[in-house]
């Protein structure tokens, strides 16, 4: 059965939530019509994110960043700005996998690659390896008792804490 685009989103969205209720964290959906479709409750804060249907193309998980809309003059194309979500979560069907893009890779780009596979040339600088960013993943490491997500040069996620509670800005 081929799925609509809104069938595809919806289905993300539900994907998502799951994956997050699964790790004991809360999920919320905004009332009005907003930039983010779930509210993430994690033990760093609130994360507004924005869920994307992914597919996989050879080696990579293409994510698409941008946001569509009708107009009278037509499609109207555009990526996400600061401000307006936290994050995109991709879900790639055909793995049934679900990842989680940090703020420097979701907004004002049309898309990401996520490699599945090393590269026929060996190269490993500027990768992003789709395992990095696997939301249940990043999700799991979040259960210390002081969690928080951080970003690393190149992007990923990892988990920091701080000691004593609250010793950080």
Not at 114 to 125: E, K, V
Not at 132 to 157: F, K, M, N
Request: charged share 20%.
């Amino acid at each position: 059965v081929e799925l609509t685009t809104d069938q595809k989103g919806a289905l993300a969205e539900c994907v998502v939530a799951a994956v997050v209720l699964e790790h004991g964290f809360g999920v919320a959906r905004p009332l009005a019509d907003q930039a983010h479709d779930l509210i993430l409750d994690l033990p760093t804060g609130l994360l507004r994110v924005q869920c994307k249907w992914a597919v996989r193309d050879g080696h990579v998980v293409v994510v698409r960043c941008g946001r569509c809309r009708r107009s009278r003059a037509g499609l109207i194309h555009r990526g996400y700005r600061l401000g307006e979500i936290d994050a995109i979560v991709g879900y790639c069907h055909e793995l049934r996998t679900c990842y989680l893009l940090p703020l420097a890779m979701s907004v004002d780009r049309a898309a990401v690659q996520l490699r599945l596979t090393p590269t026929l040339n060996n190269q490993r600088a500027r990768i992003n390896w789709a395992r990095d960013y696997e939301l249940g993943a990043t999700l799991s490491r979040l259960h210390g008792p002081i969690a928080q997500l951080g970003e690393r040069l190149a992007g990923s996620q990892k988990v920091g804490g701080s000691s004593p509670p609250g010793s950080t800005d």
